[in-house]
């Protein structure tokens, strides 16, 4: 028993260390957009990023997210009528924050849970699933691992993210809530963990 814990930890810091070592590799690189879009489309999704950056490093552990929540709180109307609590999980509560902070609520439905948020961006019809789908930075990326191996990941959605860029086969993401802090991951498009993507309709406002 004491040799597998071990050797069920020593994989456990091999994993860590290749996290590591990818957001250590990718993060010089210039992640941006894939392919082009209107100047004033690029700044609606622009601003959208900048905000989502701007409480990088925000967590629970010295509060710096309570903020995020209160704005979250204050929007009317709240979405299902309940206030998200300092101790709740939070990564879709920040990715609403975001558009309630840049008054985009008309085009990205605020929600505290990941799957329901699902819901609200394909009442909008702005609900991307494609495998192969190349997002663009200000895009809303969910991820599911229920399904557990790859395939068409049509699993309950646990968390959420805003694209901040992409390069080559990478994606940049900002989360809310990734252990327990505003932090970047970096994902290949078309990972088996990725559920889908909200597309808000930044073009249909900008032009």
Excluded at 19 to 33: K, N
Excluded at 157 to 170: L, M, N, R, S, T
Aim: negative net charge.
């Amino acid at each position: 028993m004491r040799r597998k814990r071990r050797g069920c930890f020593i994989t456990l810091i091999i994993l860590v260390a290749i996290i590591m070592l990818s957001a250590a590799v990718l993060s010089p690189f210039d992640f941006g957009y894939p392919r082009s879009v209107s100047a004033a489309e690029a700044a609606r999704r622009d601003t959208v990023v900048n905000t989502a950056v701007s409480w990088l490093g925000c967590r629970e552990s010295d509060n710096s997210h309570i903020p995020i929540v209160d704005i979250y709180n204050s929007h009317e109307p709240l979405a299902r009528g309940y206030a998200v609590q300092y101790d709740d999980e939070w990564c879709s509560t920040y990715a609403s924050a975001v558009a309630i902070q840049c008054g985009l609520t008309d085009i990205i439905p605020t929600e505290c849970g990941c799957e329901r948020q699902i819901w609200l961006f394909m009442d909008i019809n702005a609900w991307e699933e494609s495998d192969d789908y190349i997002p663009l930075p200000g895009d809303y990326i969910f991820y599911s691992k229920e399904n557990g191996n790859p395939g068409d990941n049509i699993g309950w959605a646990e968390h959420i993210g805003i694209v901040v860029g992409v390069w080559k086969d990478w994606i940049k993401v900002i989360e809310g809530n990734k252990d327990d802090a505003v932090s970047y991951r970096y994902i290949r498009v078309g990972d088996w963990i990725i559920r889908g993507y909200g597309v808000p309709n930044y073009a249909g406002i900008s032009e």
